[in-house]
């Protein structure tokens, strides 16, 4: 079975840096596309980066392209989600998943996502 498991996620002031980590299990990592996506409280779903299976091709929105960097390493199956200039905004949940996504990407929660890890923007 699929499982996903984040960390890394805590307490940071605005501009400081953070590196979420998952480590996934049950199906072929090296040959899927990657994701991360957060939901803040009150909100939907909001995609934040996609990575394909071999680390080539990867995809930001707006909001975090120039801060965010996403990277994985297939022989550990962890993607890292390296986060940097932290803003306030940007604190939220946040979900691996063995799924593209992207700009205009309906994003509904399964069963067997991980429980995510927290990530608190704050003075």
């Known amino acids: 079975q699929v499982q996903l498991v984040e960390s890394g996620g805590g307490l940071v002031q605005p501009g400081g840096s953070l590196r979420l980590s998952c480590a996934a299990s049950g199906f072929t990592f090296s040959t899927y596309y990657m994701s991360w996506v957060r939901q803040a409280p009150g909100k939907g779903l909001e995609w934040v980066s996609s990575i394909n299976s071999d680390g080539t091709k990867i995809y930001y929105p707006n909001s975090v392209k120039g801060r965010f960097t996403i990277s994985r390493d297939n022989a550990k199956n962890t993607l890292y989600l390296q986060m940097s200039s932290l803003k306030s905004e940007d604190t939220a949940v946040y979900y691996c998943?063995?799924?593209?996504?992207?700009?205009?990407?309906?994003?509904?929660?399964?069963?067997?996502w991980g429980q995510g890890t927290q990530v608190t923007v704050s003075s």
């Open positions: 998943v063995n799924r593209y996504y992207g700009l205009g990407s309906v994003i509904e929660r399964e069963d067997y």
